[in-house]
């Protein structure tokens, strides 16, 4: 197996095409209308269920998704990762249709910093001066956001709260749970909640799934393929790439979401909320050197042990 410090061919293509995919999302969710942000989150819930044991099956690793869900303290933590995605996943899709790509383009912005603050919150990591810099540029941007539009961008904030933790949890299962068997039992966890949903919105007539015609119940049915499809990507590029290059392309997602947001569904740009983004992309670019810096000050450091211990 190619590790991620020797890249193969088909690391970077597999990456790119998962990161773009979350960041064309915005493309998607609006034709799923007239289903509203619930309705459309319970069958993304049901159909990526769907797809994650068709591929379990194909791929012979059913077992894997068997295994997890016979371990009490895994699926306690995924459990609590289904909650905070489906947190994510609902508020994303609200965004999306309520004409707020913008600041779910700020969500997706802002998580590399809330991801750090999380680090000397919950893990008592200490940082280094650059990343206290980047906090306080991010933290001015918040305020600056703010005035310009009247109150917090809650949607931008939730977004990236309920990401960031839910990395924190996965985080903590990851190497004992695979991408593709982490999902199917997030995504089990949740399901009988969104049947449920689902059949009370057929009984009392309000679901749109038998009442939109077949292209449109096979848009929502297409949720299961659309949530699996790029996570699979990212993970098997995660394989193949260096981890600082997996950290580059994260940012190519809300940099989409952003230029949709403004050129494809042509929302407002205060001047506030310009100086807000650039706050933030400020923060960002601090946080990148600095992440860079570090990993090559940690592999120079490896390269000398190693050297020192040679015969």
């Not at 190519?252 to 205060?270: A, I, K, N, R, S």
């Not at 990148?288 to 000398?304: H, N, V």
Request: net charge positive; glycine share 10%; hydrophobic share 60%.
């Amino acid at each position: 197996m190619t590790s991620p410090s020797s890249p193969d061919r088909w690391g970077l293509p597999l990456g790119l095409s998962a990161f773009v995919l979350w960041g064309a999302m915005p493309l998607f969710f609006p034709l799923l209308e007239p289903a509203g942000p619930v309705e459309i989150i319970a069958h993304r819930v049901v159909w990526s269920l769907v797809f994650c044991v068709v591929l379990l099956l194909v791929t012979r690793t059913f077992g894997s998704f068997v295994a997890v869900l016979r371990n009490g303290r895994v699926m306690g933590a995924l459990a609590v990762a289904s909650v905070l995605i489906i947190v994510n996943w609902t508020t994303y899709v609200y965004a999306v249709l309520s004409g707020h790509v913008l600041d779910a383009a700020l969500g997706y912005f802002i998580n590399p910093l809330l991801t750090v603050l999380l680090g000397v919150l919950v893990l008592r990591e200490r940082l280094r001066v650059a990343q206290w810099v980047a906090l306080g540029f991010g933290a001015a941007a918040v305020v600056v956001i703010s005035t310009g539009v009247g109150g917090l961008p809650w949607i931008a904030l939730v977004l990236a709260g309920a990401f960031g933790l839910y990395s924190l949890v996965k985080n903590r299962v990851g190497r004992d749970v695979g991408a593709l068997p982490g999902l199917a039992a997030e995504t089990a966890v949740a399901t009988p909640f969104a049947l449920a949903y689902l059949v009370v919105l057929g009984v009392t007539g309000v679901g749109t799934f038998t009442t939109e015609g077949v292209g449109h119940a096979l848009l929502l049915a297409a949720c299961g393929v659309i949530t699996g499809l790029p996570l699979l990507l990212f993970s098997a590029a995660a394989r193949r790439l260096p981890l600082s290059v997996i950290g580059m392309l994260q940012y190519l997602t809300p940099v989409l979401q952003f230029l949709l947001g403004l050129l494809v569904f042509g929302e407002h740009m205060p001047p506030t909320r310009w100086a807000g983004f650039v706050l933030v992309w400020v923060a960002l670019v601090i946080l990148t050197a600095d992440g860079t810096r570090q990993a090559r000050a940690s592999r120079l450091a490896l390269r000398d042990a190693a050297g020192a211990v040679r015969p």
